[in-house]
């Protein structure tokens, strides 16, 4: 059980989102102890996934704003003479303003369960059951059978002891450069971008199926819904990193295969690659030949300083007015290429990201951006997995009930958990949202506005149906934030059969409905059935959405929190950007002034290095390895017999 814990660590990390996880991993590769838990019943935080059940179970917890029961009444006994405490918040205060809305008949959905779905288990609720077995019966259609087989050799998925991550010991097509794109999405070599068997174009022309609230419930598993949206580019510190830890053999990736535009009242596909432009039919051959142009400028602006220099003070949108580019192209580039403000950008920002946005192209597909199939939760767990592999060891449902500070030295000694147990340990990682409020007293956080819509169209029906989407949606009035959308469809295991799991972001300035609802309403049709209009029939029928603002605390300074010790470092929840960047940076920063003179997340060593004594045991033989026919990872075999002591010992206290 949780309260046989060691009583001593090198580090003890509150939380399971990106930044922790990474920091996590990076730890136990290093050789530090590290005890990594949560409090909620799910991996990742804010950053989770969740199948329909699982979310509408978060959405009421979240409604209801739950507070976690104290088990410990006497655990200040522990506390000595010589030390004081930092008690930890109990509430989920990072979400507010949830609103969801079904537009379909609900009447026959009463008595209908959930395929597959667990019993609710006693003691921590509905979504606790589907935390525990979330990832258990994921389902595959043919093309990723592999990927079956894989997973039902897992049985930690189904008791939730280990990270749901799907694929360990199948390598990740995010590999090498010079992979298709295709490998990297489902390994569809045979197939054009973007297209699947089983979305033959004859589809796309037939008025779309029906879809009924019960199907939807009936079909929850098939649903992975994250949080927070966000895509990979190819070129971004999370691939880099993902490829040198070897982490990548964890999780597979799909292209996102366009990047679309909101202009004029109309949704359009944005050429970006050589090859779109030039194949483009909504430009003139003028357009292209400017567009192609500037593009090969922004590449290397830097040599060219001389162009921009005297904008250096203007933005981005004025400076892109004095090139030779006609409005729509203007537009193209500011809203879907460079994807920045119109008026809060300047023009050198506005460069580096049209740069970074080309620079990211061609790696593995004709747009710069990877999804992970299963939803961004993933992620986070791959981590973990890493981290419990070299020896880390796991505990949900475990909170924690204060810091322990000496108060000479005003470093942090240990931790209490709601057990009463005393954990000690040389470095505290703490997620924003465990901190009390009289530690934030002085803190100014942000919100981001998120609304997740499942719908029964693609915003722009072409001749596959197996499309992930961007669009930037612009501001009506200057100086609001543009709506970041991403569509997904069911080749991305996020949603089911018929349907599209669209997500909407962006910087918050009233409740995510008020922000949201007026680029819904553009773009979608949110009458039911029986009131639509005639009008509205193209546009995609929204059948079920959810609004809610999030906490961004992303790019505060460790100053700003009162009293917090030297060696406790606090990690941010999701910022609004569309990349992982600002996690990636934060973990190795945080890591480098844990351990500076340790490599940050450094790849695997080859299994011919590793030199075992003679009672040490084979990796074949430690149980790490789920499936008979999956090679051993180098990672698993750098394990010690400590390590797998440990991963065993989380398997228990689970």
Not at 275 to 285: H, I
Request: glycine share 6%; proline share 5%.
């Amino acid at each position: 059980m949780a309260d046989n814990l060691p009583s001593e660590f090198d580090v003890v990390v509150i939380g399971t989102g990106l930044p922790e996880s990474i920091i996590a991993a990076a730890c136990a590769r290093s050789g530090q102890r590290v005890l990594h838990v949560d409090s909620r019943n799910y991996y990742g935080g804010n950053w989770a996934s969740f199948s329909f059940s699982g979310l509408l179970s978060w959405i009421k917890e979240n409604q209801e704003k739950m507070d976690i029961n104290d088990e410990c009444e006497d655990w200040r006994k522990l506390i000595l003479e010589n030390e004081e405490v930092i008690s930890l918040s109990k509430k989920v205060k990072t979400i507010q303003h949830v609103e969801d809305f079904c537009f379909v008949d609900q009447d026959s959905a009463e008595d209908v369960e959930e395929a597959g779905a667990l019993p609710k288990l006693p003691g921590f609720g509905a979504s606790g059951a589907e935390g525990v077995a979330q990832e258990s019966e994921k389902e595959c259609p043919p093309v990723e059978c592999a990927l079956q087989e894989a997973e039902s050799s897992e049985p930690e998925k189904a008791t939730g002891t280990e990270p749901a991550s799907a694929m360990d010991g199948k390598d990740t097509a995010v590999t090498s450069e010079n992979e298709s794109s295709q490998s990297t999405a489902l390994g569809e070599s045979t197939l054009p971008l973007g297209k699947t068997e089983a979305a033959p174009s004859e589809i796309s022309a037939q008025e779309p199926k029906k879809i009924t609230y019960s199907q939807i419930v009936r079909e929850g598993r098939r649903f992975n819904i994250d949080l927070v949206s966000k895509l990979l580019y190819s070129r971004g510190l999370l691939i880099d990193l993902l490829i040198k830890s070897n982490v990548s053999r964890y999780a597979e990736f799909k292209n996102a295969t366009r990047i679309l535009a909101f202009r004029e009242g109309k949704v359009e596909q944005v050429p970006c690659s050589r090859a779109d432009v030039f194949n483009s039919r909504q430009l003139t051959m003028v357009e292209k030949r400017m567009l192609m142009k500037f593009l090969t400028f922004c590449l290397d602006y830097e040599q060219h300083p001389d162009e921009y220099q005297d904008y250096e003070n203007s933005t981005f949108a004025q400076f892109l007015s004095t090139q030779k580019l006609t409005p729509s192209l203007q537009h193209f580039i500011l809203h879907s290429i460079a994807m920045v403000s119109e008026t809060n950008c300047s023009a050198l920002e506005g460069l580096q990201a049209t740069k970074k946005f080309l620079q990211c192209l061609g790696r593995y597909g004709n747009t710069p951006f990877l999804f992970p199939l299963y939803g961004q939760g993933e992620i986070p767990q791959c981590f973990c997995r890493l981290c419990a592999v070299f020896g880390g060891i796991y505990c949900l449902r475990h909170s924690v009930q204060c810091l322990v500070v000496d108060k000479e030295s005003g470093r942090c000694k240990a931790i209490v958990d709601h057990f009463g147990q005393r954990i000690s340990a040389d470095y505290f990682i703490v997620e924003d949202s465990y901190l009390s409020e009289s530690v934030c007293t002085n803190v100014s956080y942000r919100q981001i506005s998120r609304a997740v819509l499942i719908t029964d169209q693609s915003v722009l029906n072409t001749d596959s149906e197996q499309q992930v989407s961007i669009l930037t949606v612009p501001p009506v009035d200057l100086g609001k934030p543009a709506v970041c959308v991403i569509e997904l469809c069911s080749s991305t295991m996020t949603c089911m059969k018929d349907t599209y799991l669209v997500h909407l972001t962006c910087p918050s300035t009233k409740t995510a409905r008020e922000d949201l609802e007026p680029v819904v309403q553009k773009l979608f049709n949110l009458n039911t059935e029986k009131e639509t209009e005639n009008e509205e029939l193209e546009k995609p029928r929204v059948l079920w959405a959810v609004y809610f603002n999030m906490r961004d605390s992303s790019g505060i300074d460790k100053n700003s929190y009162d009293g917090l010790p030297s060696n406790v470092y606090v990690c941010s929840g999701p910022d609004s950007a569309l990349g992982n960047d600002c996690a990636v940076k934060q973990a190795e920063a945080i890591f480098q002034e844990m351990f500076p003179a340790e490599e940050f997340c450094p790849p695997p060593p080859n299994p011919e290095d590793i030199i075992y004594d003679e009672d040490e045991i084979a990796p074949e033989e430690t149980g790490l390895s789920n499936s008979p026919e999956t090679k051993p990872e180098p990672s698993s075999e750098e394990s010690s017999s400590r390590g797998s002591t440990a991963v065993q010992k989380a398997d228990k206290e689970k």
